[in-house]
């Protein structure tokens, strides 16, 4: 899923102050390939993050945002010293997923989060499980880029899945809702190579904050998540995916529609009309998801085959 970032938002709010952080993370940086269209041989891919925090949790969301972080700063202390806005639309790379998988350690619980509006502000929505992977572990051994790894094998969310983690990295966590194993997955895939996910690095970063400069400026962060039931989460989501200014609507008088935006080519109402395009184009481009609606996870204890068992 696509997170949008309002332009509108962005032109109303970009003279606040950011906030700091105080977290400290351990972020490592994970290429998906992924199959949006069932019915297509196309791919796609992105660069997504695992942060494991000093703060026992870790959060796993795409860099796209995030990777902007410096140009976004000049562009807009730029602005903020000559008071001029300027289309920021025009500038910003648009990231592919949208969701943030929080995990606190050690119960590695699951927080699905997901952002959508309400009125003209954002909202976070989420829903919590506790998976429980039913991990084989096999003896296979392979070195992929410097990480010496061991092979593993589940089922979740209806498909077949390899991953590949290192003991050498003392963390039982990898890319999304993947966790248990005893070391950082490295690479996971699942047997049609729909999705697969490949670690390409890492790095500690200071004064943590999961979000973007973008988000920390227009205090955009959604406030607390609105938890609730995974099939109430999916409904919700979905009407939000059918018509994402529902809520903004019944506020958008002909006065504020027909109002210039600074700095900005037309109006309110064809910036509302551009944003509502994107969100839609790109919710209709993806019917590949990871996991169907619903979906239950197979659950069980971790069973160790071929040498390991012996051990």
Same mark, same amino acid.
């Given at each position: 899923?696509?997170?949008?970032?309002?332009?509108?938002?962005?032109?109303?709010?970009?003279?606040?102050?950011?906030?700091?952080?105080? =977290?400290?993370?351990?972020?490592?940086?994970? !290429?998906?390939?992924? *199959?949006?269209? *069932?019915?297509? +041989?196309?791919?796609?891919?992105?660069?997504?993050?695992?942060?494991?925090?000093?703060?026992?949790?870790?959060?796993?969301?795409?860099?796209?945002?995030?990777?902007?972080?410096?140009?976004? /700063?000049? !562009?807009?202390?730029?602005?903020?010293?000559?008071?001029?806005?300027?289309?920021?639309?025009?500038?910003?790379?648009?990231?592919?997923?949208?969701?943030?998988?929080?995990?606190?350690?050690?119960?590695?619980?699951?927080?699905?989060?997901?952002? +959508?509006?309400?009125?003209?502000?954002?909202?976070?929505?989420?829903?919590?499980?506790?998976?429980?992977?039913?991990?084989? +572990?096999?003896?296979?051994?392979?070195?992929?880029?410097?990480?010496?790894?061991?092979?593993?094998?589940? !089922?979740?969310?209806?498909?077949?899945?390899?991953?590949?983690?290192?003991?050498? +990295?003392?963390?039982?966590?990898?890319?999304? *809702?993947?966790?248990?194993?005893?070391?950082?997955?490295?690479?996971?895939?699942? =047997?049609?190579?729909?999705?697969?996910?490949?670690?390409?690095?890492?790095?500690?970063?200071?004064?943590?904050?999961?979000?973007?400069?973008?988000?920390?400026?227009?205090?955009?962060?959604?406030?607390?998540?609105?938890?609730?039931?995974?099939?109430?989460?999916?409904? /919700?989501?979905?009407?939000?995916?059918?018509?994402?200014?529902?809520?903004?609507?019944?506020?958008?008088?002909?006065?504020?529609?027909?109002?210039?935006?600074?700095?900005?080519?037309?109006?309110?109402?064809?910036?509302?009309?551009?944003?509502?395009?994107?969100? /839609?184009?790109?919710?209709?481009?993806?019917?590949?998801?990871?996991?169907?609606?619903?979906?239950?996870?197979?659950?069980?204890?971790?069973?160790?085959?071929?040498? !390991? *068992?012996?051990?």
């Amino acid at each position: 899923m696509k997170k949008l970032f309002s332009i509108f938002l962005i032109a109303t709010a970009v003279f606040a102050n950011a906030q700091d952080a105080k =977290e400290t993370a351990n972020r490592f940086f994970y !290429e998906l390939n992924f *199959k949006p269209k *069932k019915d297509s +041989i196309k791919t796609d891919k992105v660069i997504t993050i695992l942060d494991i925090t000093d703060k026992n949790r870790s959060v796993y969301q795409d860099y796209t945002i995030i990777a902007q972080d410096s140009i976004m /700063k000049l !562009e807009i202390e730029a602005m903020q010293k000559s008071g001029q806005m300027k289309d920021l639309s025009k500038l910003i790379k648009m990231p592919k997923l949208s969701a943030r998988v929080y995990k606190t350690y050690p119960t590695m619980k699951i927080q699905f989060v997901e952002k +959508i509006t309400s009125g003209f502000t954002p909202a976070n929505i989420g829903y919590v499980e506790e998976p429980k992977f039913a991990w084989k +572990i096999l003896s296979d051994k392979q070195k992929i880029g410097e990480y010496n790894t061991q092979k593993a094998t589940t !089922e979740f969310g209806g498909r077949k899945w390899t991953a590949w983690f290192s003991s050498d +990295i003392p963390f039982q966590d990898g890319p999304y *809702k993947f966790s248990g194993l005893p070391g950082l997955i490295v690479k996971i895939e699942d =047997e049609a190579k729909d999705y697969s996910w490949v670690l390409q690095g890492n790095k500690k970063i200071q004064d943590y904050t999961e979000y973007s400069y973008i988000e920390n400026m227009m205090q955009a962060k959604g406030g607390k998540v609105n938890e609730m039931p995974r099939d109430k989460f999916e409904k /919700k989501f979905n009407e939000f995916k059918k018509d994402p200014f529902a809520t903004m609507r019944p506020m958008l008088t002909k006065e504020i529609m027909s109002q210039s935006i600074p700095g900005m080519d037309g109006t309110v109402g064809d910036m509302i009309k551009k944003q509502e395009k994107q969100y /839609k184009d790109f919710f209709k481009a993806v019917d590949n998801e990871i996991e169907p609606a619903y979906g239950a996870l197979t659950v069980g204890e971790v069973e160790r085959t071929g040498t !390991e *068992k012996a051990k």
